[in-house]
């Protein structure tokens, strides 16, 4: 089963007349003839266009939530597990934990939830996804503070914690687009020409943006995770170099 098609262990629950597995439209009436791919919809005679391009907007947040709704719980669970464990520190393990679970539980729900499910459903997810993200944006950058001003304790280092605060604003920013709001910056994504609007959107949705917008997402795209993908190396080169494993291993042994 491959998550991304929108074919979900749920599908028969939201069950609708086009047996397309790639159309998102629940009015869909084209039947075995359904030409719809996750880059175009048909844009079927018998719907109504303006809740096509709703229904569209909301599947594109939810593809997009199928991969981060993931990453953000892995980002509270090794917060969890990178708090020093000393008792003055409990209220934030907790928290992180909590951040863990929740996240869980709600990317199992993002997985388990077809593209052609009802449009309101598919923006109750967005909602509860944008309000969950953004308590945990502000739990990390919380912590970043703590870290570099040395009032909390962690083996994690506070970079690293405004690393993932910096991909949880670019994962909201872009949800939010979906809903046609622009909530950050170039700064708040850590990324050059910090005061200019960031304009991180669902990929679904590039196709109805005119080549020079789409141009400027490319840029911003490639300022961002070309950042991110260096930190990335960076801190596994950190955990790989021969003293650090020596550690490890003694430590293991
Ligand atoms: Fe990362």
């Known amino acids: 089963m491959n998550i991304y098609d929108g074919f979900s262990a749920n599908l028969r629950n939201y069950a609708t007349p086009c047996p397309n597995p790639y159309c998102y439209n629940p009015n869909c009436r084209c039947g075995y003839k359904c030409q719809c791919t996750p880059e175009r919809q048909c844009g079927c005679q018998e719907s109504n266009p303006e809740s096509n391009e709703l229904h569209e907007s909301v599947v594109a947040a939810i593809e997009e939530m199928r991969v981060w709704v993931r990453l953000m719980a892995e980002h509270a669970q090794f917060i969890r597990m990178g708090l020093d464990p000393n008792p003055e520190q409990e209220q934030f393990f907790r928290m992180a934990d909590q951040f863990a679970i929740q996240l869980g539980q709600l990317h199992n729900r993002v997985i388990s939830t077809p593209n052609t499910a009802p449009t309101s459903i598919l923006i109750q997810l967005r909602e509860q996804t944008i309000t969950l993200v953004n308590q945990l944006i502000q739990f990390k950058r919380t912590l970043f503070q703590l870290l570099e001003s040395c009032q909390a304790l962690a083996i994690l280092p506070a970079i690293l ?37 960031a304009e991180t959107m669902p990929r679904l949705l590039y196709h109805r943006l005119p080549r020079e917008q789409v141009f400027k997402i490319g840029v911003e795209e490639t300022a961002f995770f070309s950042r991110i993908h260096s930190e990335h190396a960076h801190h596994l080169s950190m955990s790989f170099r021969p003293d650090v494993q020596e550690n490890y291993r003694r430590q293991a042994l």
Do not use: M, W, Y
């Open 161 to 197: 914690v405004d690393h993932v605060r910096r991909e949880a604003d670019r994962f909201v920013g872009t949800l939010e687009r979906s809903k046609g709001n622009i909530t950050r910056n170039r700064k708040t994504l850590g990324i050059p020409d910090g005061n200019v609007q």
